[in-house]
């Protein structure tokens, strides 16, 4: 039987966060983001989507990815960012989905932290120090920000809730 590898993915336009993690002991192989500044590809969103999704599928591919765990995206009150989201999932799953990757599996934030940790409704800061003491230490990231961290923290609990989920383990 081929060995399960699960990519989790906290998509978005300025920083995705990525984590590859091992399907059958939960041990976390590597984890990184995909950082965009707003000058990047001339401001082309496009541009900007299209990278990304090579990135993700040059990941999944590099890897061996078997199934893949992505945060639903959530609009809320944010039309604007809601759309661009829209536009980069898509692009995701296109991508991923052509390229013979269809084990995607898709997570709303409530759902893969109530899998993950337990609770559903921890904050992000609540989410970062949970993975840091119980998956993995992200100390070496903090020079690049909180919000790349968040992102890195968040694909990271994305995967271990896939991971939860195909070993029965709640």
Known sequence: MKKKIILGIDGSIQSTGLCVMDGDTGEVICYDNIPIKSKDFNGDEMLKI???SKT???????????????????????????????RLYGAIYITLYVNGFNLIYTYTPSQWRKVAMGVGNKSKEGTHKW?????VDLGEFHERGKDKNDDIADSIGIAYCLYKKLNKER
């Open 50 to 52: 299209i990278h990304i």
């Open 56 to 86: 993700i599928l040059d990941i999944a591919k590099a890897y061996e990815v078997t199934h893949i765990a992505i945060e639903d995206s959530y609009i809320g009150n944010q039309k604007g960012s809601g759309k661009k989201l829209a």
């Open 131 to 135: 993975v840091c003491d119980n998956l």
